[in-house]
């Protein structure tokens, strides 16, 4: 078992940003990637952004490339977010799974946190 714990939610402005954090513990070394997902009242689960522990290569969802950053360090996961607009506001989960591909799919999530709120407003 993997356990994932979200921090850094809150309320902010349009055009801010925030930095969301992931502490993994438990049988990490079952999970090779790491990811987000974003649930926004009314919508579907997404996928935002993926990154594998060793390499480091990550993937993004379109609607946040070149505003939203993932990176590790040791059990942590972060996700840096630039240049925050009203529609990124949702529920914020961490995720772990097999490789970056199985997270990304969205089908193959292993893991779940429990979700850190982000609400930008306008």
């Known amino acids: 078992q993997v356990q994932l714990v979200e921090s850094g939610g809150g309320l902010v402005q349009a055009g801010d940003s925030l930095r969301l954090s992931c502490v993994a513990s438990?049988?990490?070394?079952?999970?090779?990637?790491m990811g987000w997902f974003r649930q926004a009242p009314g919508k579907e689960r997404e996928f935002v952004a993926t990154i594998s522990w060793n390499s480091g290569r990550s993937r993004y969802a379109d609607s946040v490339k070149g505003r939203f950053t993932i990176s590790r360090e040791e059990n942590t996961v972060f996700l840096q977010m630039n240049s925050l607009k009203p529609e990124d506001t949702a529920v914020y989960y961490c995720?772990?799974?097999?490789?970056?591909?199985?997270?990304?799919?969205?089908?193959?999530?292993?893991?779940w946190g429990q979700g850190t709120q982000v609400t930008v407003s306008p």
């Open positions: 438990g049988r990490t070394d079952s999970s090779s990637a």
């Open positions: 995720a772990a799974g097999s490789s970056t591909a199985a997270i990304s799919s969205g089908t193959r999530v292993a893991y």
